[in-house]
């Protein structure tokens, strides 16, 4: 089956960097995305990756290695608004995005 | 880049009834559509996949003959939660594939549905 599996809640400072792990097994891969969700609304992009590597997005960057399986998403010079879900999500073989549970963020003064 | 609108944003209604959930792509076409519901902490849960000119293809465990989706232009999917119980109420959100490369996705703000 498919599995997406990342940390169902962190905590880190502000002014601090947190690193969110996710993990996946899925049939076919054509990338990895990151998505910010707060309470109540829908899902913002945040990060696309299909090559391995880092990418370096202002305070956030992902990474991703596929022969493991495994991206995180690093968020640093936290700030009280970074508090929210990301969302890990792969899209298969099929084009069909299958989505993890979601990390919730929660950032303290 | 692309913009996806959901109407309504949300939407109370008693038990029984039946709602309907518009999702448009406002300044690009998209012959596919994603549905998808969100309960309280949890993860989106893809629903269907509505296809502009034909039917849509549910994923298992969703009833076909309660959610109905008609995608009838390629601007335009709409969501039907027909005879709607307490156990829908959920955030369905809507999404489309941007046209320049289907590993785009752009989501609709969402539609929070309460059913008394």
């Known amino acids: 089956g498919q599995n997406i599996d990342q940390p169902t809640e962190m905590t880190a400072t502000e002014g601090a960097i947190v690193q969110i792990n996710c993990t996946y097994q899925?049939?076919?891969?054509?990338?990895l995305f990151w998505y910010q969700q707060h309470a109540g609304e829908a899902p913002t992009f945040l990060s696309y990756n299909v090559l391995d590597g880092l990418e370096e997005k202002g305070r956030f960057s992902s990474f991703l290695s596929r022969s493991k399986g495994y991206s995180y998403l690093l968020l640093k010079e936290l700030q009280m608004k970074d508090s929210a879900s990301y969302l890990c999500a792969v899209l298969d073989s099929n084009y069909q995005l299958i989505w993890g549970a979601g990390t919730k963020l929660i950032i303290k003064p | 880049g692309a913009v996806v609108s959901q109407h309504p944003s949300w939407v109370i209604c008693k038990s029984g009834t039946s709602v309907k959930i518009e999702c448009r792509s406002l300044d690009f076409q998209a012959t596919t559509m994603f549905w998808y519901r969100q309960f309280p902490k949890q993860s989106l849960m893809l629903m269907a996949t509505s296809n502009e000119g034909s039917k849509a293809t549910y994923e298992q465990g969703v009833e076909k003959d309660k959610f109905l989706i008609n995608h009838a232009s390629l601007t335009l999917s709409t969501l039907t939660v027909t005879s709607a119980h307490p156990e829908d109420s959920s955030f369905y959100i809507c999404s489309a594939p941007g046209t320049v490369s289907y590993n785009e996705q752009f989501f609709g703000p969402g539609t929070r549905l309460t059913v008394l």
């Open positions: 899925t049939s076919g891969f054509n990338g």
